[in-house]
T-cell receptor, first 112, second 112 residues
Framework: DTGVSQNPRHKITKRGQNVTFRCDPI?????LYWYRQTLGQGPEFLTY????????KSRLLSDRFSAERPKGSFSTLEIQRTEQGDSAMYLC??????????FGPGTRLTVL | GNSVTQMEGPVTLSEEAFLTINCTYT??????LFWYVQYPGEGLQLLLK?????DKGSNKGFEATYRKETTSFHLEKGSVQVSDSAVYFC???????????FGKGTRLSVIA
């Protein structure tokens, strides 16, 4: 068990560019979650998958955001036409069904 | 709706002092309750959890008891160490729904 991994750990981009983050969950965890954490705040839920199905999306997930989990293993989160307000830590977590969620180290996005 | 309120930090304590971080929640039904810890530069780690009323979660000397009557889940430790310096997040998972709802976090600094 190697834990949840996320890549890249840091991303700096210019406003208007597209970015994609990857999350590899713990092996055999069927649920995968994305959260966003801004400075001084707790993580906020964005979306989650059970296997390859995206079951819920937060109202925080604007049309510029899209997430996929094509084979029920790793997931990608893409942000199109980035804005400065997208600067945050993007966290991924995984779990077995309703059980405890285990978090990755996060991807810190800075939009200039 | 579901929400978590934590005492605001930062909290600064001397080594071996007693720690309490207050957490109250609002939820429909009976959620599961969690404390996560975030050390500098790292992701969230589960510290402890409780899934029903009067359950006590404990780990690494930290304890929290699920109090339904006061809708609270206060974190305590009898003797803190410098290595406990981190940000602590209280969170809930609503029944039948897995995305976590987090408080804003409480930063703890322990000085020698």
């Amino acid at each position: 068990d190697t834990g949840v991994s996320q890549n890249p750990r840091h991303k700096i981009t210019k406003r208007g560019q597209n970015v994609t983050f990857r999350c590899d969950p713990i092996s055999e965890h069927n649920r995968l979650y994305w959260y966003r954490q801004t400075l001084g705040q707790g993580p906020e839920f964005l979306t989650y998958f059970q296997n390859e199905a995206q079951l819920e999306k937060s109202r925080l997930l604007s049309d510029r955001f899209s997430a996929e989990r094509p084979k029920g293993s790793f997931s990608t989160l893409e942000i199109q036409r980035t804005e400065q307000g997208d600067s945050a830590m993007y966290l991924c977590a995984s779990s077995v069904d309703y059980h405890t969620q285990y978090f990755g180290p996060g991807t810190r996005l800075t939009v200039l | 709706g579901n929400s978590v309120t934590q005492m605001e930090g930062p909290v600064t304590l001397s080594e071996e002092a007693f720690l309490t971080i207050n957490c109250t929640y609002t939820a429909t039904g009976y959620p599961s309750l969690f404390w996560y810890v975030q050390y500098p530069g790292e992701g969230l780690q589960l510290l402890l959890k409780a899934t029903k009323a009067d359950d006590k979660g404990s780990n690494k000397g930290f304890e929290a008891t699920y109090r339904k009557e006061t809708t609270s889940f206060h974190l305590e430790k009898g003797s803190v160490q410098v290595s406990d310096s981190a940000v602590y997040f209280c969170a809930l998972s609503p029944p039948g729904n897995t995305p976590l709802v987090f408080g804003k976090g409480t930063r703890l600094s322990v000085i020698a």
